[in-house]
């Protein structure tokens, strides 16, 4: 994986886990010292030219650099049939397609800052092959 699990996750593969607390602990352990900047901003060489090449823009500044515009979610789904690191989505319709492939598929939704590095799981979802309960996460078909 070229991102990082937070501790603590329970390992279902179901459902949807939002990291939006772990991220919070993450970003108030680096304010208070308890972090240093590289282990906060370690982004994978890897996750970090995803990110350039098909990260979905997020609103808001970087929590570490504070840049505004620097951020970007990359998303990556594991499954029967794909790569043990993931298969990074580039396309659009690509999750819905995943969804509809026979077996569990799940994606996991990264947030990196292009200028720092800084880089946290935001969440992570069980794709559902049912139409119309796709979760394309950032770019919603409709
Ligand atoms: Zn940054």
Known sequence: ?????????????QGHVDYRLSRA?????????????SEVTDAHPEL???AGQV?????GSCPV??????????????GP???SHGRCITLRGELARLARRPGRHVAYVVEVCQECSWNHLVRRSALQSEPGDVQETEDLER
């Open 1 to 13: 994986m070229v991102f990082r699990v937070p501790t603590g996750d329970r390992g279902s593969d």
């Open 65 to 78: 650099c504070e840049r505004e515009g620097t951020l970007v979610h990359v998303t990556y789904v594991f």
């Open 55 to 59: 990260g979905t823009p997020t609103p």
């Open 48 to 50: 970090v030219r995803a």
């Open 25 to 37: 602990s993450t970003i108030n352990s680096y304010r208070s010292g308890e972090l240093s900047y």
């Open 81 to 83: 049939r794909l790569p």
